[in-house]
């Protein structure tokens, strides 16, 4: 399926929009981005195969995502854990989204992992989310999240890896290309990712198996406004796949 793209700057004005003239609040949007990621997981890697996902989340918006996504996992059967190792203290956003993981009984890790806890952690669990950068990353990454990559990139052919929103590293309008800019041990090869919105330009660089679009919260009039695409969510889901 071909499909139109949102460049980092139109998915942000996008969703200044969304928080302003049509009235979501974050919290709404937040939610909805991570019910769809959930979904998507479900529907490629279920629980009966790949009941461990460890969920890797950053500090910004997509981390949030990833955190909303966990509480859906773990109400769809599978036994999540959360590694966010920069947790802005002072947002009430996240500070409740960790409060219901805890209540949730899900492990959360807040402190940053030595490179054999963080290996062993990826080899412990069956797949795993990345929810660290999302719309807003500008490549080179920093610390923490560089060595995280690093690690990922050694498990990317042996164990699935769903990206939210763009592959963390990818410049989100450029894609893995970016030779000049970051050395190839940063460049993720994912087997799934899921848009939000709309898909980014970087995505038409992705060669993974799967690739939906999520976060149905775009009315027609905004769409046609905007010239986004909306292809036709089947039925009651939250995602769309679209390389069918
Ligand atoms: N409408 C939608 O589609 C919605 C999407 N959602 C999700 O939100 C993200 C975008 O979230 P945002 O908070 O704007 O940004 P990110 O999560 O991508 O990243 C912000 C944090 O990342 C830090 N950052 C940026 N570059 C680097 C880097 N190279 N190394 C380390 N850290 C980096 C940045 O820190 P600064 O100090 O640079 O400010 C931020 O802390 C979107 O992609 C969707 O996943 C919403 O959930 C719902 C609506
Ligand atoms: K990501």
């Known amino acids: 399926m071909s499909f139109k793209v949102l460049s980092s700057t139109v998915a942000a004005a996008v969703d200044k929009e969304l928080m302003s003239t049509v009235g979501f609040s974050i919290d709404q949007l937040m939610e ?16 009966s195969t790949h009941n461990k996902v460890l969920v890797i989340c950053g500090p910004g918006n997509n ?10 996992l773990k109400l ?3 036994t999540p ?3 966010y190792p920069k947790h802005k203290s002072s947002n009430v956003l996240f500070n409740n989204l960790l409060t219901q993981l805890k209540t949730f009984k899900i492990d959360v890790l807040q402190n940053e992992l030595s490179n054999s806890e963080l290996k062993s952690l990826i080899n412990e669990n069956d797949q795993i989310i990345d929810a660290i950068f999302g719309f807003s990353f500008h490549p080179p990454l920093r610390s923490p999240f560089d060595t995280i990559i690093e690690h990922l990139k050694q498990v990317e052919t042996s164990k699935p890896i769903t990206c939210v929103d763009c592959p963390t590293g990818w410049d989100v309008d450029k894609g893995p290309n970016i030779a000049d800019l970051v050395d190839a041990k940063y460049i993720l090869n994912p087997s799934s990712l899921v848009s939000l919105t709309a ?3 970087g995505s038409k660089f992705f060669k993974g198996n799967y690739h939906y679009l999520g976060g149905r919260f775009i009315s027609k009039e905004m769409a046609q406004k905007w010239d986004i695409d909306i292809p036709n969510y089947p039925g009651v889901d939250q995602v769309v796949r679209l390389n069918i």
């Open 81 to 83: 854990t959360v590694y």
């Open 76 to 78: 769809f059967g599978y």
């Open 199 to 201: 898909p980014k330009p």
């Open 32 to 47: 909805l981005a991570g019910l769809s990621v959930a979904q998507a997981v479900y529907k490629t890697y279920p629980p």
């Open 63 to 72: 981390g949030g995502d990833g955190l909303v996504a966990s509480r859906h």
